[in-house]
């Protein structure tokens, strides 16, 4: 069956866009840029001024991907209200030459069970061009329509990366001090050199740089978002800089589900608990907002991650879906 289009004409600027038979995968094909459009408005995402709460510090995104920029994913999350009265009507990620690099078509149904946008996932996406990129985000409000554009600078878009100013502060400093947030895939650390020199200090024979990676048992994940999830680690404490110290859970975008900090020697090397951090001790003793602890009913997959001071952060994806 051939796709259905609608033509919508806004002032002079002409897009089609794919009919919802293909459901949240549509892809918006711009015939020219979305937020050059001047009947509707538009905003430009920088601060807290905005209207409906689209501001900076409300985007989280995440990058990863086989090869550096040429073949990434880059998952985002808007903490943006989605409802039948207002909700995320198209998104589309372009650069800054306007080529379409992705979209998504959503309708009010498409909200996480906690009444937030969806995650917005785009897949294969080549960033190596361009100066600046695209997410441009079109809201629906009844008859009204709101544009809002946010701004990524190529030197934002950096693989693997955690933002450590959405961490909270003693996370972010015991990073920040060893190896500034940046994490690798079981790939990307093969590739370096250190491996051998790694399973050296250890005394473990090489390679053993899967012993890095956390292995995930996943226990139960209830309805309610409640879960019980360890981790095995195989690692040895080697030394005060070289064990693993962090343990933490996060949705698509690196936001925080669990955490778990070790001490050197603490007895607790092999079989790591996660806990939810919705509980109000966890919330108090990380200093992370309720309101942005996401639900893991909600997450396509999961992201994993061990990190020791020495080597640095390693992480693996938990498909849920």
């Given at each position: 069956?051939?796709?259905?289009?609608?033509?919508?004409?806004?002032?002079?600027?002409?897009?089609?866009t794919f009919g919802p038979m293909l459901g949240v995968s549509n892809y918006l094909s711009l015939i020219d840029d979305l937020f050059a459009n001047t009947q509707c408005t538009k905003i430009d995402i920088k601060n807290d001024d905005s209207p409906i709460g689209i501001f900076d510090e409300s985007i989280?995104?995440?990058?990863?991907g086989m090869q550096p920029k040429l073949s990434s994913n880059i998952a985002f999350y808007l903490h943006l209200k989605h409802t039948k009265e207002e909700y995320i009507e198209r998104v589309v990620f372009t650069t800054s030459e306007k080529k379409t690099l992705g979209a998504r078509y959503?309708?009010?149904e498409a909200a996480n069970s906690n009444g937030f946008g969806p995650y917005i996932i785009f897949n294969r996406v080549d960033l190596r061009n361009s100066r600046r990129?695209?997410?441009?985000?079109?809201?629906?409000?009844?008859e009204n329509i709101t544009i809002y554009r946010y701004t990524l600078d190529s030197e934002k878009l950096v693989q693997s990366k955690l933002n450590?100013?959405?961490l909270p502060e003693e996370m972010a400093s015991d990073f920040k001090s060893k190896h500034d947030g940046q994490s690798y895939s079981s790939y990307h650390f093969q590739v370096r050199a250190l491996r051998e020199q790694v399973c050296n200090e250890a005394g473990l024979a090489f390679p053993c740089f899967n012993s890095l990676f956390p292995s995930p048992q996943i226990k139960s994940i209830s309805e309610n978002s409640t879960f019980n999830i360890e981790v095995i680690n195989r690692y040895p404490d080697v030394s005060s800089d070289n064990y693993m110290r962090y343990f933490f859970l996060t949705d698509p975008t690196g936001r925080l589900l669990a955490i778990h900090k070790r001490s050197f020697k603490d007895n607790k090397a092999g079989l790591i608990p996660l806990v939810k951090l919705a509980n109000s001790f966890w919330q108090s003793r990380w200093g992370v907002k309720p309101e942005l602890v996401p639900r893991i009913n909600d997450c396509p997959y999961l992201?994993?991650?061990?990190?020791?001071?020495?080597?640095?952060?390693?992480?693996s994806h938990i498909w849920l879906r």
């Amino acid at each position: 069956m051939r796709p259905s289009f609608q033509k919508i004409v806004l002032s002079r600027r002409t897009f089609t866009t794919f009919g919802p038979m293909l459901g949240v995968s549509n892809y918006l094909s711009l015939i020219d840029d979305l937020f050059a459009n001047t009947q509707c408005t538009k905003i430009d995402i920088k601060n807290d001024d905005s209207p409906i709460g689209i501001f900076d510090e409300s985007i989280y995104y995440w990058i990863d991907g086989m090869q550096p920029k040429l073949s990434s994913n880059i998952a985002f999350y808007l903490h943006l209200k989605h409802t039948k009265e207002e909700y995320i009507e198209r998104v589309v990620f372009t650069t800054s030459e306007k080529k379409t690099l992705g979209a998504r078509y959503y309708d009010p149904e498409a909200a996480n069970s906690n009444g937030f946008g969806p995650y917005i996932i785009f897949n294969r996406v080549d960033l190596r061009n361009s100066r600046r990129y695209f997410l441009i985000v079109q809201v629906k409000a009844g008859e009204n329509i709101t544009i809002y554009r946010y701004t990524l600078d190529s030197e934002k878009l950096v693989q693997s990366k955690l933002n450590l100013d959405k961490l909270p502060e003693e996370m972010a400093s015991d990073f920040k001090s060893k190896h500034d947030g940046q994490s690798y895939s079981s790939y990307h650390f093969q590739v370096r050199a250190l491996r051998e020199q790694v399973c050296n200090e250890a005394g473990l024979a090489f390679p053993c740089f899967n012993s890095l990676f956390p292995s995930p048992q996943i226990k139960s994940i209830s309805e309610n978002s409640t879960f019980n999830i360890e981790v095995i680690n195989r690692y040895p404490d080697v030394s005060s800089d070289n064990y693993m110290r962090y343990f933490f859970l996060t949705d698509p975008t690196g936001r925080l589900l669990a955490i778990h900090k070790r001490s050197f020697k603490d007895n607790k090397a092999g079989l790591i608990p996660l806990v939810k951090l919705a509980n109000s001790f966890w919330q108090s003793r990380w200093g992370v907002k309720p309101e942005l602890v996401p639900r893991i009913n909600d997450c396509p997959y999961l992201l994993l991650f061990a990190e020791n001071p020495s080597y640095g952060i390693f992480y693996s994806h938990i498909w849920l879906r």
